[in-house]
């Protein structure tokens, strides 16, 4: 199935692959493996459809409390759903296939323990 533009909702806090928090490279590659499998399978749940081969990524950050944009931005969680949604609704991550659009935060009391991130993956034309 092909589409122009996916919204993908992946549970979970990014604040936990803060890179302020400087984990032990193995606890790291288990948050990644986590966030990685969880981009997957929110991309599975939308029927695996296929993008395109240039698309635009627009992360949306929902939690209680607002995060530093520099530490929301280097969040190896964001990095793990890259790579969790690369060759599967688009072709890869380099320059000529990827481009990023604006970090988004939704600050609200509502997410207090519901945290997550929504994915919207849109075809570049051109």
């Not at 986590?34 to 395109?52: H, L, Q």
Request: with cysteine; charged share 30%; glycine share 8%.
């Amino acid at each position: 199935m092909r589409v122009k533009r996916l919204v993908l909702i992946v549970p979970g806090d990014v604040n936990t692959g803060s890179p302020n928090r400087r984990y032990h490279w193995r606890t790291a590659a288990t948050l990644k493996k986590r966030w990685t499998a969880a981009a997957t399978m929110a991309w599975r749940a939308a029927g695996s459809p296929w993008v395109g081969e240039r698309v635009r990524l627009t992360f949306t950050v929902r939690r209680a409390r607002a995060l530093d944009p520099g530490n929301a931005l280097r969040s190896l969680c964001l990095v793990a759903i890259e790579n969790g949604l690369k060759k599967r609704a688009f072709v890869d991550d380099d320059l000529l296939h990827l481009c990023y659009g604006e970090l988004i935060q939704e600050v609200d009391k509502k997410f207090k323990g519901f945290e997550e991130v929504q994915v919207l993956i849109e075809r570049v034309e051109g």
